[in-house]
């Protein structure tokens, strides 16, 4: 009789063997891990937005922001309006993310993390807030430029360091 963990190396090592055939798929409408959205769609309450995110196609949500009502401040909630814009990764690590953005206009910088009030961002140094975004991800308004944004995951505890 196996017990699980012996079941598992099995299936690994048929998979990797080539007895069995080891499937890898991609979903070329999944998100992108960090993108830059031009417009932003804000929405009264949670439901609406569930609602309005399970109706809008990927190309929608890839060019629109959802967000619930109250997280975005009243100059952002207009277009944001860049035309240009590109994301690069820095460095990632479990409780630090670095990337470097380069917008021709004010954005909203969606990163595919689920959100958290633990995570901080700073852009060129300077603190700025993390909204959800999407419901769930995390939305940074950016303003036209290059920029340095840095995510840092800071708990309300201290870990426990030797």
Same mark, same amino acid.
């Given at each position: 009789q196996s017990n699980d963990r012996e079941k598992a190396m099995v299936?690994? &090592? =048929?998979?990797?063997?080539? /007895?069995?055939? @080891? *499937?890898? *798929?991609?979903? /070329?409408? +999944?998100?992108?891990?960090?993108? %830059? +959205?031009?417009?932003?769609? /804000?929405?009264?309450? /949670? &439901? +609406?937005? @569930?609602?309005?995110m399970a109706g =809008?196609?990927? =190309? &929608? %949500?890839?060019?629109?922001?959802?967000?619930?009502k109250g997280w975005l401040k009243e100059n952002m909630a207009a277009e944001p309006g860049f035309t240009e814009g590109a994301v690069d990764l820095v460095s990632y690590k479990p409780d630090r993310i670095e990337l470097d953005l380069h917008v021709d206009g004010t954005a909203i910088l969606a990163v595919v993390n689920s959100y958290s009030p633990y995570w901080r961002a700073r852009v060129d140094g300077e603190a700025t807030e993390i909204f959800p975004a999407y419901h769930t991800f995390w939305g940074v308004a950016v303003t036209a430029g290059t920029h340095r944004v840095v995510f840092d995951y800071v708990p309300p505890y201290r870990p426990f360091v030797k």
């Open positions: 299936h690994i &090592t =048929a998979n990797l063997g080539g /007895e069995n055939p @080891l *499937y890898i *798929y991609r979903n /070329e409408e +999944a998100f992108p891990r960090f993108f %830059l +959205a031009p417009s932003v769609r /804000e929405f009264g309450d /949670e &439901t +609406a937005l @569930l609602n309005a =809008a196609g990927v =190309a &929608t %949500l890839r060019k629109s922001v959802f967000v619930q």
